[in-house]
């Protein structure tokens, strides 16, 4: 059938349940298959520069120019100890297993669940610097947009709305656009995602690929859990029959029923399969139940403020499901419905989870929009088209970001002259720094212990990271500088714990710049062992 004499696609269901499908196929996709004169090199050149790949280039460019501008791009807070554990690893032939970084909470047992997502960054950093920590970030970021561009796709056969739905959840993403361990943990979601798409369209798949995916996801990001909460709500709606209003669910196959059943079990035997055991698989629970302060404080963790631009789009988000819904009603499976309602309720709840939200709604979306009209193969432009390619990534490689522009952006985050002066003129007492600084300064000079870095977790345990925060609300300053004998603070310019140290008669300002200040105390020595200057 040619394009021109149109075709009706038929409402498939959704990426996130497993109710029987038709497979997609040529009748009811964009794709229409070579007819027989056009297999030559000119077919292959005509294909190779369809409009299709056009939009595919359009959509990678706009994760890159969003990942281009975004917030630090390399310099995220946690990359610094990521950089310094994957190191220790390589050296040492181990995992470390108690904190070697910090003064205060020196030789407390701690764990690095994170370890399998150090390892990629470290090797791109011991091999390009911070261009290879970029060059990583946005190769995961467009793996995992490209595998919701495919799950758009093929859900609702119209390439065009697949590439809008997709755009929409680069937008909703960008919050998590940097050299984050979590953006693995959304990568691992996607492919979670496509192998039951099939397995839910062609009645098999390699289900036998979801326990290696656990295994790997465990060791890799505590975000395993969320997709371990996406593939149970999958299951079980596969298992029960409903018909209530436009949610429906119609039970799978009873050998459809037990290979799931077994995928599952696999996969949560796999997530012991670490080097810390239980203790692992238990830390999602850790950090929901037993680490409130990280939580309530860290920005990331945040509800969606609805009067800001990432608000702005859950709001246009919620107007698209909702006059979508009025114009064409459809039904809804069990399992859409639960997944859809889950990831809805993470992002609302904490911003660091719109990544999660534009993943799952993006095909949903992407049905919604099958009235956009389909792709025409006999309008290809291929000239145009090759020029368009050509330039989007000339484009990109004019303005992917270089070394040096790299490492400006790191030393305008980062306090690197106050580095080189604390290296010039070692400090001769414990030093508070500022949260966000950490791990930079141990990573960049190993024997410079720290107050606290971005890991939190440990630092919460030992109650570090509550005397912090006190410090920030000037509760008892004084008191906790004394109790953990601090000599040295180092803040930036802007805080107002910085303003307070400034007029305060006990402390002495002995380094200064653009971005931080290093204050000395003066007067009474807490730890007894130096004199004053």
């Known amino acids: 059938m040619h394009p021109e004499e149109g075709v009706e696609k038929p409402h498939t269901e959704s990426l996130v349940t497993v109710e029987e499908a038709p497979p997609a196929s040529a009748e009811v996709s964009d794709y229409r298959p070579p007819d027989a004169d056009q297999l030559g090199w000119r077919g ?101 947009f490209l595998g919701v561009l495919c799950l758009s796709y093929r859900e609702c056969g119209n390439y065009k709305a697949a590439v809008l739905a997709s755009a929409y959840a680069v937008f909703l993403g960008r919050v998590s656009f940097g050299p984050r361990a979590i953006l693995f943990g959304y990568a691992y979601l996607v492919l979670l995602l496509i192998v039951l798409q ?53 039970p799978r196959t009873k050998p459809q029923r037990r290979n799931l059943l077994l995928a599952w079990g696999a996969s949560v035997a796999c997530l012991f399969v670490n ?3 239980a203790r692992l698989v238990f830390y999602p629970l850790d950090l929901a ?10 920005e990331e963790w945040v509800s969606v403020n609805f009067h800001d631009a990432r608000g702005k789009f859950v709001i246009v988000l919620l107007i698209i499901l909702l006059v979508g819904s009025l114009l064409r009603p459809r039904r809804w499976t069990l399992a859409e419905l639960g997944v859809t309602l889950f990831a809805l309720y993470s992002g609302l709840t904490y911003i660091r989870f719109l990544f999660l939200l534009g993943i799952a709604i993006a095909p949903i ?39 040096s522009q790299l490492q400006r952006s790191v030393d305008s985050q980062y306090p690197a002259q106050a ?19 950490g791990g930079y300064l141990n990573w960049k000079d190993p024997d ?80 007894g062992e130096h004199s004053p200057h």
């Open 448 to 527: 410079l212990k720290v107050f606290i870095d971005s890991r939190a977790d440990i630092f919460e345990y030992t109650g570090v990271l509550r005397d912090y925060l006190s410090l920030l609300e000037f509760e008892n300053p004084e008191a906790i500088l004394d109790k953990y004998k601090a000599r040295y603070v180092l803040f930036p310019h802007h805080e107002p714990f910085t303003y307070l140290l400034e007029h305060d008669p006990k402390w002495k300002t002995v380094y200064s710049d653009q971005l931080s200040v290093l204050f000395e105390r003066i007067g009474n020595d807490p730890t």
């Open 198 to 250: 099939a397995f839910r369209q062609k009645g098999h798949a390699p289900l036998w690929a979801i326990p290696l995916l656990f295994c790997l996801w465990v060791n890799t990001h505590g975000s395993w859990f969320i997709g371990m909460i996406i593939f149970s709500i999958i299951v079980a709606a596969g298992m029960v029959r409903l018909k209530w209003g436009l949610i429906e669910s119609e």
């Open 275 to 277: 080097p810390f055991g």
């Open 44 to 144: 292959r050149y005509h294909a190779s520069v369809s409009f299709l790949v056009v939009l595919t280039f359009v959509a990678l460019t706009l994760i890159f120019i969003l990942f281009v501008t975004g917030h630090g791009k390399v310099a995220d807070p946690d990359i610094w100890w990521h950089l310094h554990n994957a190191d220790y690893l390589v050296h040492h032939h181990s995992l470390p297993n108690h904190d070697t970084y910090s003064f205060t909470v020196a030789g407390h047992p701690w764990m690095n669940h994170e370890w399998l997502a150090d390892l990629p960054y470290y090797f791109a950093w011991r091999a390009l610097g911070l261009s290879g920590i970029a060059a990583v970030t946005f190769a995961v970021l467009s793996l995992i």
């Open 289 to 298: 139940f037993r680490q409130t302060l990280n939580i309530e404080h860290v």
């Open 365 to 403: 979306l992407a049905k919604m929009l099958d009235f956009v009209p389909p792709y025409r193969r006999e309008l290809d432009t291929p000239v145009i088209n090759t020029f368009a390619i050509l330039l989007m990534i000339a484009g990109m490689a004019y303005y992917w970001p270089r070394e």
């Open 419 to 437: 580095l080189s002066y604390l290296q010039a003129h070692p400090p001769s007492g414990p030093m508070v720094n500022y949260y966000a600084w």
